[in-house]
């Protein structure tokens, strides 16, 4: 099975400051379409999963354009240019290349 | 507007049994594959089950085969789980998510406790 391990868990950061998430996966994540199916979640505090970015870096409509995504292969980023007070939650990365899908530990972004 | 609606969950003892709903709208449903996603309390996301949109292939966590089961009614936009021999590591909230690969609608979740 693909592990996904993220870094850092827990993330504390100023208000303004940018932050970043690592995700590495055990196994590439490109599939024989030539896709890469790496996706990030918000998950807010008492609420669902939230799509923010899908194939690598494709932000969702609606999601603020200080999240970005990047990397490829086994090495991914999410990135924040500068946090506000709503992006306080916990943020996974997951890959949907290889079955059984798996994600990450998750990292808990929190303001300090 | 799409929307995925759980519902179903409950307390159920050890070795019991449940079905877990999820009613789906506003997209063509039978074009989507669907997903169970599971998180017990304070932990993290973990896969269950994925369908595709005819629900001819499906597809289970290793952990979980032979006791869930995965199906749809394309007549009824409706997603279902069947959970036999429920054990209290199945303690979880219960997503339902469009989509195999792509997962970009997340329902609320409905909760499942697994206790005597």
């Known amino acids: 099975d693909v592990v996904m391990t993220q870094s850092p868990l827990s993330l504390p950061v100023t208000l303004g400051q940018p932050a970043s998430i690592s995700c590495r996966s055990s196994l590439s994540l490109v599939y024989s379409d030539g896709n890469t199916y790496l996706s990030w979640f918000q998950q807010r505090p008492g609420q669902s999963p939230r799509r923010l970015i899908y194939n690598v870096s494709n932000r969702d409509s609606g999601v603020p354009d200080r999240f970005s995504g990047t990397g490829s292969g086994t090495d991914f980023t999410l990135s924040i240019s500068r946090v506000e007070a709503e992006d306080v939650g916990v943020y996974y990365c997951m890959q949907a290349t290889h079955w059984p899908f798996s994600f990450g530990q998750g990292t808990k972004l929190e303001i300090k | 507007e799409v929307q995925v609606l759980e519902s179903g969950g409950d307390l159920v003892q050890p070795g019991g049994s449940l079905r877990l709903s999820c009613a789906a709208s506003?997209?063509?449903?039978?074009?989507?594959?669907m997903s169970w996603v599971r998180q017990a309390p304070g932990k993290g996301l973990e896969w269950v089950s994925l369908?595709?949109?005819?629900?001819?292939?499906?597809y289970y966590a290793d952990s979980l085969k032979g006791r869930f089961t995965i199906s749809r009614d394309n007549s009824k936009n409706t997603l279902y789980l069947q959970m036999n021999s429920l054990r209290a590591e199945d303690t979880a909230i219960y997503y339902c998510s469009r989509g195999g690969r792509l997962n970009d609608y997340w329902g609320q979740g409905t909760l499942v406790t697994v206790s005597s």
């Open positions: 369908i595709s949109g005819t629900g001819g292939n499906t």
């Open positions: 506003g997209f063509t449903f039978n074009n989507y594959a």
